[in-house]
C-alpha cells in the first residue's frame, strides 16, 4: 500500500479512537493497545480492579468496529458447552442438532475468566488458536473476524482459579486499565449525567474494512535488525536468573505482529524500534513464569521485561 493508504489507516483508527473514548475517557493510550491487538488479529486479557471499565472498553470497541458481540460470565459452574454449544436431539427429525453457544460471535468477552475451572477455561483454547470448535466429531468455524477480550479481578483470588501458562501465552496482550486522574473522573461522572454514553457509539469500520486493514498490517516492512531484537529480546526472558520459564516462540511471533500493526495504525508502512518497545511489555510479561525468590524480592514479570530492555542494545 502507498503512504497515503496508510496515512488513510491512521485516520481511520483515529475516529475510533475517538469514538470509544467518549465513552473511555482518559485511556486513549489502552485503547490504542487494544486496537493494534485486533488488527494483529489477536485476543486481549485486561487485568485489573473492577468498576474501572473493562467490559464497557469492549462493548464499546465492539460497537465501533460493528461487530457482532456476546459477553459470557464466567463463573465456577460454568461447563465448557456453556461456552461452545452442545448437541441437542430433535424429535422431528430424530437426529441431533448442534446448538451454537455464545463463544459464536465476532466479539467475546470472557468475563472474569479466572472465575471458572480450569476444564471451562481449556474450552477456549481451540476456539483462540484455531478459531473453531469441534463438538462431536464435527468442526464449526466462528466468525471472522474473531477476537476474545477476557478480564480478570486482580483483587479477589477466592474461588477463582489462575490460568495456566498455555491460555495466557494465547493473548496478544495483557493490558492494565488503572484508575482515572481527578479531571478525567470528573468527565465521567458528568458524561453519565443522562443517557450512557456507550449508547450514542457509532460504528466507524465495517468487517471488510478491518479484514483489508488486519491484510494491510502483515505487508508492513520490518527491517533484519528489528527482527533479531525482536528475537534477542524474547531470548533474553528465558536466561534471566529470576526466571523459570521464558516466553515461547509465540511471544516472538505476537510481538513481530503487534508492532506491525503499531505501526500500520500510527500511518507508517515500515517498522521503528519505538514500536517494538511500546509493545514488548505488553506482550511478553504475561508469559513468564518467576522462580519463587522473586515475590520475595517484590520482582514482577513487568520489572524483569523493563530490566530485559535497558539491557538489550536498540537497533540505529
Do not use: W
Not at 437426529?95 to 475451572?117: H, K, M, S, Y
Not at 520475595?296 to 524483569?304: A, E, L, Q, S
Amino acid at each position: 500500500m502507498t503512504t497515503t493508504d496508510f496515512a488513510e489507516i491512521q485516520g481511520k483508527i483515529n475516529q475510533v479512537i475517538d469514538e470509544v473514548e467518549t465513552v473511555i475517557i482518559g485511556k486513549r493510550d489502552i485503547i490504542r493497545m487494544a486496537l493494534t491487538s485486533i488488527v494483529s488479529n489477536g485476543h486481549i486479557l485486561i487485568d485489573d480492579v473492577p468498576g474501572v471499565g473493562k467490559t464497557t472498553l469492549a462493548k464499546s470497541l465492539a460497537k465501533a468496529l460493528g461487530c457482532s458481540f456476546k459477553r459470557i460470565q464466567f463463573t465456577p459452574d460454568l461447563l465448557p458447552s456453556d461456552v461452545t454449544g452442545t448437541s441437542i436431539f430433535n424429535q422431528k427429525t430424530s437426529e441431533f442438532e448442534f446448538r451454537r453457544g455464545p463463544i459464536f460471535a465476532q466479539f467475546v468477552l470472557a468475563d472474569e475468566i479466572n472465575r471458572a475451572t480450569p476444564k471451562t477455561q481449556s474450552s477456549l483454547l481451540e476456539c483462540m488458536e484455531e478459531r473453531q470448535v469441534t463438538a462431536d466429531g464435527m468442526t464449526y468455524p466462528l466468525p471472522a473476524p474473531f477476537f476474545v477480550i477476557a478480564t480478570e479481578n486482580t483483587i479477589e483470588s477466592h474461588g477463582t482459579y489462575p490460568l495456566p501458562e498455555a491460555q495466557l501465552d494465547r493473548f496478544m496482550i495483557r493490558l492494565s486499565m488503572g484508575y482515572p486522574e481527578s479531571a478525567e473522573e470528573s468527565r465521567i461522572l458528568d458524561s453519565q449525567t443522562g443517557i450512557h454514553p456507550l449508547a450514542g457509539v457509532r460504528t466507524i469500520l465495517t468487517l471488510e474494512e478491518i479484514v483489508e486493514l488486519q491484510k494491510a498490517a502483515q505487508g508492513i516492512h520490518m527491517a533484519p535488525a528489528i527482527r533479531d531484537y525482536i528475537v534477542e529480546l524474547t531470548a533474553t526472558t528465558r536466561t534471566h536468573p529470576m526466571v523459570t520459564l521464558g516466553a515461547s516462540p509465540r511471544g516472538s511471533l505476537n510481538l513481530s505482529h503487534a508492532a506491525r500493526s503499531y505501526a500500520a495504525i500510527s500511518g507508517r508502512d515500515y517498522v521503528m524500534p519505538d514500536d517494538v518497545k511500546a509493545l514488548t511489555v505488553p506482550v511478553l510479561a504475561h508469559r513468564l513464569i518467576l522462580k519463587p525468590e522473586a515475590r520475595i524480592k517484590n520482582i514482577t514479570p513487568r520489572t524483569v521485561v523493563t530490566e530485559i530492555m535497558d539491557s538489550v542494545a536498540v537497533p540505529c
